[in-house]
């Protein structure tokens, strides 16, 4: 049998009563939804992170004089979408009744908020350069953070990536955004010992955790997608093809 509800939070006489704001209030249903009503299950690979931050420095020096500049968040974006091409079941959302396979990839991006958490979407994230992919979602996560985005520019993604490596976070999971089939969570790219032929050296490692809705994929699939998306992030090259 379900176990019966918590019951709510009483404050006491020194605590403060906090009201949600619209943006908490639907982020906490939303969640809630997901985590309540999606199978989850999640796989996790480590990716040798030294040719893709060599690359990003690459192309940052290339782009110096639009004033333009890639983050990491901003290679994941466009390396998901060029994954995604290859691996459309995982670009997919539940419909109830039925699977819904999406021809066109946007990728959103979870963007944290003093009062939540709001994913503006990059459409067509396949179809844009490296530059047009890092401008646009820079202006989506400022216009996010100031309230100025328009309903039409956080729904509608087919695909999430959640980025908290710039918090110092090693590895986490995510909830699925729902209806959509899938979330990456990324974690820090940190310096770790590794055992090499000619001795003990450090790399660069960072840690990728593929959370799936089980009703839309299996595990095996889900796999190839996550094993083909390190193999793009580290030969970056293919991150532009």
């Known amino acids: 049998p379900a176990a019966p509800p918590a019951a709510p939070a009483v404050a006491q006489a020194e605590d403060e009563d906090v009201p949600l704001t619209p943006v908490r209030r639907i982020t906490a249903q939303r969640l809630t939804e997901s985590a309540t009503t999606t199978p ?9 992170a030294g ?5 990003r420095r690459q192309v940052n020096e290339h782009l110096a004089a639009t004033g333009t500049r ?8 466009r390396a998901c979408a060029v994954t995604l091409r290859a691996h459309p079941q995982v670009n997919s959302s539940w419909a109830g009744d039925r699977i819904v396979r999406h021809r066109r990839i946007h990728v959103g991006v979870a963007v944290a908020l003093d009062d939540g958490l709001i994913v503006p979407v990059v459409r067509d994230a396949d179809r844009k350069s490296l530059g047009e992919i890092a401008a646009e979602a820079h202006d989506l996560a400022d216009r996010a953070r100031s309230g100025k985005l328009t309903p039409d520019e956080f729904r509608g993604g087919t ?4 980025n908290l490596g710039m918090y110092g976070i090693d590895q986490f999971t995510a909830v699925i955004n729902p209806p959509e089939a899938a979330i990456l969570a990324i974690g820090a790219a940190t310096e770790q010992p590794v055992l090499a032929p000619d001795g003990l050296t450090t790399r660069t490692t960072m840690t990728l955790t593929l959370g799936i809705d089980h009703r839309v994929l299996d595990g095996a699939t889900a796999a190839r997608f996550l ?3 390190k193999a793009v992030l580290e030969q970056p090259l293919r991150i532009v093809t």
């Open 40 to 48: 989850h299950f999640h796989l996790t690979s480590v990716v040798d």
């Open 51 to 55: 040719a893709l931050l060599a690359f």
């Open 70 to 77: 890639v983050t990491v968040t901003d290679l994941l974006i």
């Open 159 to 162: 695909f999430t990536i959640s």
């Open 227 to 229: 094993g083909d998306l």
